[in-house]
């Protein structure tokens, strides 16, 4: 099996795919001050199995289209509304964030948890801009250095994962530059990565181990995500996703 059916299988039946929570996503839409307005147009990027596209839906009054590139998380996505009464809002759409079929200026918001680095910060907060409508809100959580000082280990292993780490100043800077307003900031407390993303993901590894017959590579994603635990556990003080809502001016 190709190494990302791999991962679709590790995270297809997790709430999340990446770190998060449905409180925070609720502090930035507060933030984001999108609950004062009426008929609201979304995206939501790299959507996954749709935890904040749920919660968009439930607290605004707003038609989103939730976009990922695995039909396996978008049928999920359309479950989950279903449940939960919302598929009138919701639309799911494959397609890839770097190549979007939509008219330029058409959303008040664009979203995104922990997934705007698949095409690169920087690329992504200029492209995505274009399609927002003015004074629309971006807001995407992203992997931040929280101080300038940090421990050699970790730094050597983030830079080589993410070649776009930096602090929360310079990713402000980022926005800033490209044309946005910063309206609000804060980091995604640790309960985001250790008991939503991490300690649910652990508890699927003996499913998906026994589902791939114990691969080698299903064996070497499993490591790969305990060694990136491990260094979690050690040092989440000085890095983690920042979560950045920002205006288009
Ligand atoms: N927002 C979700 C998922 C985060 S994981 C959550 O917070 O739970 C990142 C997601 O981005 C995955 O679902 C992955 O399939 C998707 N993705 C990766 N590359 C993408 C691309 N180029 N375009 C759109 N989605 C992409």
């Not at 492209?127 to 971006?138: H, M, Q, T």
Request: hydrophobic letters at 35%; charged letters at 30%; aromatic letters at 12%.
């Amino acid at each position: 099996m190709e190494d990302y059916r791999l991962l679709v299988d590790l995270h297809r039946d997790g709430y999340r795919q990446g770190p998060g929570g449905d409180s925070e996503t609720e502090l930035a839409i507060r933030l984001s001050r999108l609950d004062e307005k009426e008929k609201l147009r979304i995206l939501d990027i790299g959507c996954g199995t749709g935890a904040s596209t749920i919660v968009l839906a439930s607290l605004l009054d707003c038609q989103i289209t939730a976009i990922d590139i695995f039909d396996e998380f978008l049928t999920e996505v359309g479950h989950r509304a279903k449940e939960k009464g919302l598929e009138n809002q919701i639309e799911t759409l494959k397609c890839t964030m770097d190549d979007l079929p939509f008219a330029i200026e058409e959303f008040d918001a664009i979203w995104g948890e922990g997934a705007i680095y698949n095409m690169g910060f920087s690329k992504g907060v200029s492209y995505l801009r274009d399609f927002l409508k003015p004074e629309g809100i971006l807001a995407v959580s992203e992997m931040t250095w929280f101080s300038s000082k940090r421990p050699k280990e970790l730094e050597v292993h983030w830079n080589e994962e993410y070649s776009e780490m930096a602090t929360t100043s310079a990713k402000i800077k980022v926005l800033e530059s490209s044309g946005f307003s910063i309206q609000g900031y804060f980091p995604l407390p640790n309960k985001c990565w250790k008991k939503n993303y991490y300690d649910a993901m652990s508890a699927r590894f003996d499913d998906f181990l026994m589902r791939n017959e114990d691969s080698e590579d299903a064996k070497a994603i499993v490591a790969a995500e305990k060694q990136e635990m491990r260094l979690h556990d050690q040092y989440h003080r000085f890095y983690g996703y920042g979560f950045y809502i920002a205006k288009k001016l």
